[in-house]
């Protein structure tokens, strides 16, 4: 059964630096792997998505990248701002049906 | 642009009341999903569905009905709540597979708790 598991739970990091997020998931047998940002009291907004083909994808001051065999994803956020506060989430998509499963989440505070 | 839009945005239920949470989407999709999420957990799948008239369980359906009439609107009925059912609804939406890429566009999300 797959499993996506998010660590650390919550970050607080002050402006300006780099920093990274970190997902993992039991079975490398995935089509895709998402990464999502959640503002609070409000919905969900896709942010990178890397196909099971790929190593990285990036926009703007985000870079995703996915290491299947590892079972591993990260995501590279440079020189971080306040209004990148939020909770991040990862999710991978099996490779057999819709289902996108998902890790908890990282909390991130990013303090002035 | 409207997006994707859920009501009620909070809702406190009694035990063993029934409601419908409603979503619609204005942008023509044809895939909307609905998922929940428990604190401090990831989001479950409920139920899909690929096209008007067509639907399909999630990982989590038990407790849970929809009906899809129209591309548009997507609604998830609650029968006889109960206080597992406490928790936050996300409906979604996107063009065709939007876990194989397309993106998904989400609701703002619905606060149900069940005393």
């Known amino acids: 059964k797959q499993e996506v598991t998010q660590i650390p739970a919550a970050l607080s990091v002050p402006e300006g630096e780099n920093l990274v997020l970190n997902c993992s998931f039991t079975?490398?047998?995935?089509?895709?792997l998402q990464w999502f940002r959640q503002d609070p009291g409000k919905g969900l907004t896709s942010l990178l998505l890397i196909q099971s083909s790929q190593r990285e994808q990036t926009s703007g001051r985000l870079n995703a990248s996915l290491d299947k065999s590892s079972g591993r994803s990260t995501l590279y956020i440079a020189a971080s701002q306040p209004g990148d506060s939020a909770t991040y989430l990862c999710?991978?998509?099996?490779?057999?049906?819709?289902?996108?499963?998902w890790g908890a989440g990282t909390k991130l505070i990013i303090k002035p | 642009n409207a997006g994707v839009t859920q009501t009620p945005k909070f809702r406190i239920l009694k035990i063993g009341q029934s409601m419908t949470l409603q979503c619609t989407q204005d942008?023509?999709?044809?895939?909307m999903y609905w998922y929940r999420q428990d604190p401090g957990m990831g989001l479950k799948l409920i139920y899909y569905s690929v096209g008007a008239g067509i639907t399909d369980k999630g990982e989590v359906p038990n407790g849970y009905n929809v009906s899809r009439s129209t591309t548009e609107d997507f609604p998830l009925r609650l029968e006889l709540a109960a206080p597992s059912q406490t928790s936050v609804y996300f409906c979604?939406?996107?063009?065709?597979?939007?876990?194989?890429?397309?993106?998904?566009?989400f609701g703002e999300g619905s606060w149900l708790t069940v005393v």
């Open positions: 942008m023509n999709h044809n895939y």
């Open positions: 979604a939406s996107s063009y065709s597979e939007g876990t194989r890429g397309n993106t998904i566009y």
């Open positions: 079975d490398s047998a995935i089509y895709n």
């Open positions: 999710a991978v998509r099996k490779d057999s049906n819709y289902q996108l499963i």
